[in-house]
Each structure stands twice: as C-alpha cells, then as structure tokens.
C-alpha cells in the first residue's frame, strides 16, 4: 500500500517556541493532506485540508494563524504550531489522499508533541 | 447532519469472531472505510467498501448496504494483537473522511 511518512516522531519543546511537522506521501502524489489531532483515548479530530498550491481549509475552532499549514508541493504538507503552550500537547497524524480509486486516505505515523 | 454511530467497546476471546457495526447518516455517500489503530499508532487502511454486499480480504470481511446505512467488520480467528481501535470512516467526494469515534476491542487469551 501507499506509505506516508511523518517527521520528527517524537518532540518535545518548551512553551512558546515554534514546531514544525512534515508530512511526506512516499510513493504516490497527494494533492490533498488532512492533519488530525487526537487526545488520550479520544477519537481523531480533523484540523484542516491542505491542498497543493492554494490556502488550507480550516474546522471551525481551529485557529489558522497558530497552526500553520503549508503544502508546497504534491509529496509534502507541513503543520507548523506557533507558540505551542502546554494545551497543545497532543498526537498529530496526517493522511495524504491517494487520487487512485476511492480515494483511499492513508494516514503517517503520527507525532507526539509534548510541551513543557 | 454527519452522523456515524459505532458501538463504544468489544470484548472477546481468541480465536473467535466478532462483528464490529457502524451505521451512518450522511449528506453524501461515496463509500465507507474502516481503519485499525492500536494504542499510540496512526490508523492503518483495512477496507474500503463502495458497493453493497461482502468484501473478503484474509481474517477481515466488511459488509456494506447503502440502502440501510450499514456496514460491519468481521473478524475471525481473532489473535490478541487483534485488539485495538476499528474506526468505521465515510467517504464523501472532495472532502475529508468522516470519522465514527471507533470501537475499541479486546482480544482475551
């Protein structure tokens, strides 16, 4: 199947500092991304749509001026959470959309952000 | 409104089947996913269901009937590293999936 990949895995960072995730579809090209959120025991939440070359599409309550989303090309899709504070701290997945039959969505590795 | 309802937790022992529902009421309907995650993983792609009836695929089936907004998983010959979340997601064209909140199973030697 079709492998996403997501980097850093793992960060840790401390309040008001900025970190940036990378979304990458490895062998299959992406127009569309989607960054998910989930807490503890909670089901996924969908953040935003990115799509190649034009403005990502926020969820209500999503704040775009602090995540921060970038998809520069058809491989690659960046979340940026500015001035990350304690609250932040979650598991962020993202899914690239393969534009083969059905659409399958497939989903990174996921990264855990904790801040301090 | 974007309903998808699925049953909260499942148990069961190995090696026996389980049947995992969703129903769902949605604005559009282009097909229907089901996912496997486990604890402290992204979701994985188990099926993807577009017309009604069965899809086989190993120890994993998924049934779908548009006409009722139905569709379950089966699992057979379950293994504990079987137990983790099963999220049931509807497609819609152009638009992300929608999620259930997921079943979460456990397998029981």
Not at chain 1, 77 to 91: G, I, Q, W
């Amino acid at each position: 199947g079709a492998v996403v990949s997501q980097h850093p895995s793992w960060v840790i960072c401390k309040s008001g500092t900025s970190v940036k995730i990378e979304c990458r579809s490895l062998d299959f090209q992406a127009t569309t991304m989607f960054w998910y959120r989930q807490f503890p025991k909670q089901s996924l939440m969908l953040m935003a749509t990115s799509n190649e070359g034009s403005k990502a599409t926020y969820e209500q309550g999503v704040e775009k001026d602090k995540f921060l989303i970038n998809h520069a090309s058809l491989t690659l899709s960046t979340l940026t959470v500015t001035s990350a504070h304690p609250e932040d701290s979650s598991f962020y997945i993202c899914s690239a959309r393969d534009t083969g039959v059905g659409e399958t969505q497939y989903f990174g590795p996921g990264t855990r952000l904790l801040v301090l | 409104g974007q309903n998808i309802d699925q049953p909260t937790e499942m148990t069961a022992t190995e090696g026996a089947i389980v049947q995992i529902n969703c129903t769902y009421q949605t604005s559009g309907f282009n097909g229907l996913f089901w996912y496997q995650q486990h604890a402290g993983e992204a979701p994985t792609f188990l099926s993807y269901n577009v017309l009604d009836g069965l899809e086989e695929k190993g120890r994993f089936s998924s049934f779908l009937s548009r006409s009722k907004g139905y569709s379950y998983l089966l699992l057979k010959e379950l293994q504990m590293k079987d137990s983790a979340s099963y999220l049931c997601a509807v497609h819609q064209a152009g638009t992300a999936l929608i999620f259930g909140k997921g079943t979460t199973l456990s397998v029981s030697s």
